[in-house]
């Protein structure tokens, strides 16, 4: 193996952990935004009324978006198992 396929292994490792993570980190960053908007307007400070709404918003996210984040990880790792003779003559 040289350095550089490990290198882009590592590079696409991290570009599917990132594709995998964006959209469950962005509806609880906008969720997160929108109760403590309410919360502020309200003045009340519960904590329990900014985990469930991101807990049902990320479920919802994992339902819709389920399937093509298991199709991009598979695809990922069928990829990889197919390199690994071409990465271990080098």
């Known amino acids: 193996m040289t350095p550089e396929s490990i290198i ?3 590079q696409q490792a991290i570009w599917v952990t ?3 993570s964006a959209p469950l980190l962005g509806i ?3 969720v997160g935004l ?3 908007i309410f919360q502020a307007a309200t003045q009340l400070n519960e904590m329990t009324l900014s985990f469930v709404p991101k807990i049902l918003a990320m479920g919802f996210i994992l339902v819709v978006a389920g399937p093509w984040m298991l199709h991009l990880l598979m695809d ?3 990829r ?3 390199d690994i003779p071409h990465l ?3």
């Open 8 to 10: 882009s292994v590592g």
């Open 18 to 20: 990132l594709l995998l």
């Open 28 to 30: 609880a960053l906008v």
């Open 34 to 36: 929108l109760v403590s």
């Open 76 to 78: 990922f790792t069928v």
């Open 80 to 82: 990889l198992f197919t």
């Open 88 to 90: 271990l003559n080098g």
